[in-house]
């Protein structure tokens, strides 16, 4: 069974950080492109963070750019997103999603064929 399943959010302060870990169960985590997306009430869901096969290539959308890192560790089927200096615009629920296509592109959700369940963050004083 093709699983990806998202760990380590909470409630943190502004200011505070997180980490976010993406782990896969039932398929190797290596062979696809994985993509974090966020929802905040209210909004359609948005691409956040991108990393490719191998680690060597990222992209962060502008909102995030200098406050969030992606990493994967593919011997661990496992890719993590560190949260830096997190703002209340960064309250929503995250998700990490799998595609076997060569990049995120333009983080469209179709484009990716695995989802996790999402997993809580909210930021707040």
């Known amino acids: 069974q093709v699983e990806l399943v998202e760990s380590g959010g909470g409630l943190v302060q502004p200011g505070g950080s997180l980490r976010l870990s993406c782990t896969a169960s039932g398929f190797t985590l290596g062979n696809h492109v994985i993509g974090w997306f966020r929802q905040a009430p209210g909004k359609e869901r948005e691409g956040v963070s991108c990393?490719?096969?191998?680690?060597?290539?990222?992209n962060y959308v502008d909102p995030v750019k200098g406050r969030f890192t992606i990493s994967r560790d593919n011997a661990k089927n496992t890719v993590y997103l560190q949260m830096n200096s997190l703002k209340p615009d960064d309250t929503a629920i995250y998700y990490c999603a799998a595609s076997i296509m060569s990049w995120c592109g333009d983080y469209n959700p179709a484009n990716f064929a695995s989802w996790g369940q999402g997993i809580q963050v909210t930021v707040s004083s």
């Open positions: 990393i490719s096969r191998s680690g060597g290539n990222t």
